[in-house]
Each structure stands twice: as C-alpha cells, then as structure tokens.
C-alpha cells in the first residue's frame, strides 16, 4: 500500500502529467485565399481545414515573417525575426537585379534553441516530417535540431525526386514505386503518434508539407476530377503586375482560381490533414492535444506556372504585398478554449511562446524575443496581445518577380519601403485589402512616425541591405 501511494504521489507530481501533445502542420506555399474558410469561393477543396477552423481559434490577419520559405521556418523554430541572423531568403538564394542583394546566411544557427528542444527538455518526444530547407548538410538537419525523428527533412526545398515514389530523399525510404509524398508523411505521423501515444508520452509531431510546392504533380483521377470541375469556370485568367526592377521580366498574376493539379495537391494536403486529426481522435486524444496549422509564404501566383490566385491579396510568394504574406492561421486546443475568431494581426514567431504557454512551459524571452504569447486572443474572443508593430525585411530579388523591402503594419496601416530607391507606400488595410491605393502623399505625418520605427527596427535586429554593384551604383540605406 506505501509503495503504492507513493508512486501515485509521484504520478501527481510528475511535470508531465496534463501536458497537452502537439500537432504542427506547415503547408508550403499554401495561399491565404486557397482554403474555404478564409475563401469560400475558392476553387479547391478543404473539409478537413475548413473544420479544424471551425473548431479552433482562426485568425484572419496571420502573417508569415517572410514572404519566401526558409526565413518563415526559422522564424517558427526559433521565435525570431529571420533578419538576426540574416537568414532572410530562401536557401540559398542570391539572385541579383540592378543591385547585389544583403548577404544571406543559409542555415539555421545550432545555438539556437528551438521549439523541438524546449519541448524536449519539458519531457516530450519530437517528430519531424516533410520539408526543413534550414541548413545545407545534415549537421543542420531536424535530427540534430532538437527531434528524435526525422522523416524527410533535409536541405532541399523541393521534393528531388518528385511527388512520386522513388523520391530520391536522403532521409526517407522508398516503399514502393508510384506512392505519393503526402500519403506517405501522413501515414508515417500517424505511426508515430500510434507510437508516442502507447508510451504515454507527450508529443510534438511537426508535419511540414512538401506541397504544395512544385513541381505540380498529383495523382490522374484527381486532377481529371478538377479538369471537369474546371470547365464550368470561365473568365480572365491573367492579369498585369508591376515590372519590379530595370531589365526584369515583366509579371503577370494569376486572377482565377482553375488549375486542375494545384487543385489536386491543395485536396491530397487536406486529405493528410483529415487522417491525421481522425488519428488523435481515434485515440481520444482530440481535445488534449494543441493543433496548429499555417503556411510559409503565400500562392504562388507569378512564376513556375503562377497555378492560383490570391486576390483580393496583392501579389503572390516572394512578394510584400499581402498576397506574399497573408497566412491560414489556425490554433486549435479544445480543452482550453472555445472556437472563434481574432482579426489581431499576428506572426509565425508567435507560435512558439504560444505553445509553451499552451504546454504550462516556462517562457524563454531571450530565445523567442519576436513573438508574443497569443494566449489572450485564444482565451477570449476579444483578447488582446502587447505588441505596436510588425515587421518584414526582404533584401532580395524574388524568384518571383518580388522587389527588395521592408514593412510595418501598425493598427491598419501598412508602409512598404523599396530599397532600390527608398520609395515608400502607405495602405489602409481595412479598406484596401488589394493595395491598390497609395495614400502615402496625403498621410505624411503617418509616413514619417512608421518609417522611423520602421528604421529603428532594422537597427535593432542589424538588418542587412541591398550591395552596389558598380562603381557609379549605390543602393538606398535607411
């Protein structure tokens, strides 16, 4: 009888005893406007997103810190602005234009401590899965990152060998020929959570999506069903977007929502999300466990291919428009609040004191010095967050045709500054969502207050700018 008492003393206790598991889903490349429940005309299909929005806490104004892939990753992982260490473009990317871009450091530092291993030293097993893209060998791989499982993640940000088996990964076995990608991450999460769970240890299982970044590849039956779905849909699939830079290859943007094997990935995503969700519910584990779900940039809406739209939303991926930035953003724990829905502007940085809050984990400002807890919003529908700004630094020339730049969004308003020429423009986003009105000229005084803390920001993260390129060239410094 003693011995028993004290064990269930000691189970009492036990620090994690109540912790909640974790679920991350980081889709790549996924556009605001390509899920139904922040686009219900939209053209793809998304029941399982759609109710895990409707069952959790949907922010309509979340932010991806980067409008390209790699910087957005390090800002999850680490609670940091990606222009501290200036990791602030896809890696490695470093293509020029009228200037040399600021130099890029292509990986994810080992000393930082990341989201895995705070979650780690809390007691909890740790799982990766899909895409990393945050460091070239594998000394910088999610194994060595804080995760006791790695499955799939390596340098490349794109699936080498395609979306169908053999796949050509360093870190993911072939099966049998003709699987496909997201299939099989989600078959393999699943296991792993059958897994964590029957040990009764709490979890983190980050499941980060090759889709739906190209190449575009789905399965036949599926892109046939979207090529009649397709057929009904008529109108302007093309439209004009600004030429960014002297000598660059003029844009268009796609302005209709109808590629058929774009359409197919964004279901076989959803398809992954469902199976996964109906796992932690057949374990009856559903409302003890913390889901997250967002995205790294924006659709791709300009270049390779441009398969969607993202209007109303400016621009696509690699740009600093909304369309480049505008996340899903979606947080749902059932066991400690209720569903709804915040329009407060928020970051991916927040997702990590978010979550260690969430875990009853003590915070560690000096690491996470970028994001804030959302706790607040996500307790209350009308809660608020300690925060004036936020902020983007993208010193590059995008793939995509995206200008280099920096912005602030503080309440409504959003400056973007050009660092070609250190033009600025001012939106008000409550009645511009498209940015299509520039009222900078009559809002100087506006300009001034945003641009100067805009420019304190950069001073205080050390960002990086634009290099010349010739003797007679000198770019914009703030």
């Not at 000393?111 to 070239?136: C, D, N, R, V």
């Not at 395609?162 to 870190?171: A, H, I, L, V």
């Not at 990935?265 to 779900?293: P, R």
């Not at 004036?388 to 590059?396: D, N, R, S, T, V």
Request: with cysteine.
């Amino acid at each position: 009888m003693r011995l028993l008492i004290i064990f269930l003393l000691a189970t009492l206790t036990s620090p994690l005893i109540g912790r909640p598991n974790v679920v991350f889903f980081l889709v790549d490349d996924l556009g605001y406007m390509d899920i139904g429940a922040y686009n219900p005309e939209t053209f793809y299909e998304t029941p399982n997103i759609d109710s895990l929005a409707s069952t959790g806490v949907k922010f309509t104004n979340g932010y991806a810190a980067n409008p390209v892939c790699s910087p957005t990753r390090y800002s999850i992982m680490t609670g940091k602005y990606p222009s501290r260490v200036d990791a602030t473009n896809w890696f490695s990317g470093t293509r020029s234009g009228k200037f040399n871009p600021a130099p890029l450091h292509s990986n994810m530092p080992l000393k930082e401590l990341t989201l895995a291993e705070s979650l780690k030293e809390a007691g909890y097993k740790t799982a990766f899965l899909g895409k990393w893209h945050l460091g070239p060998d594998p000394k910088f791989w999610p194994e060595n990152q804080g995760f006791d499982i790695n499955v799939g993640g390596h340098n490349r940000g794109s699936p080498p060998g395609g979306y169908f088996s053999p796949y050509k990964n360093p870190r993911l076995k072939n099966l049998k020929d003709g699987e496909y990608l997201t299939d099989r991450l989600a078959q393999e999460a699943i296991d792993i959570i059958d897994d964590y769970h029957s040990n009764k240890e709490p979890f983190l299982v980050y499941l980060s999506f090759y889709n739906v970044h190209t190449p575009l590849q789905a399965p036949k039956k599926l892109v046939d069903k979207y090529k009649t779905k397709s057929q009904s849909i008529s109108g302007k699939e093309f439209g004009p977007e600004e030429q960014v830079w002297p000598g660059a290859k003029k844009r268009n943007v796609r302005i209709l929502q109808k590629h058929p094997t774009y359409a197919a990935m964004v279901q076989k995503m959803d398809e992954a999300v469902g199976k996964v969700l109906s796992k932690l519910k057949e374990l009856d584990i559903e409302k003890e466990t913390i889901v997250c779900f967002t995205s790294d940039n924006g659709g791709l809406s300009t270049s390779e291919g441009s398969p969607t739209s993202n209007l109303p939303l400016r621009g696509g991926k690699g740009w600093l428009y909304e369309g480049g930035i505008r996340e899903p953003f979606i947080i749902r724990y059932p066991n400690k609040f209720k569903a709804s829905v915040s329009d407060v502007p928020v970051i991916s940085t927040d997702f990590y004191p978010t979550i260690l809050d969430l875990a009853n984990i003590k915070q560690k400002p000096n690491q996470h010095m970028d994001g804030v807890s959302l706790m607040p919003i996500l307790k209350s529908d009308k809660g608020e967050v300690k925060r004036e700004a936020i902020y983007w630094h993208y010193p590059h020339y995008s793939n995509q045709g995206g200008f280099p730049g920096g912005a602030i969004r503080i309440g409504n308003y959003k400056l973007v500054e050009r660092y070609e020429d250190g033009n600025t423009h001012l939106y008000d986003l409550s009645k511009d969502l498209g940015e299509s009105n520039d009222i900078a000229d009559s809002n100087q005084d506006k300009v001034t207050i945003m641009q100067k803390k805009l420019h304190d920001w950069y001073k205080e993260v050390d960002a990086k700018f634009l290099r010349p390129k010739g003797e007679n060239t000198n770019p914009w410094r703030p």
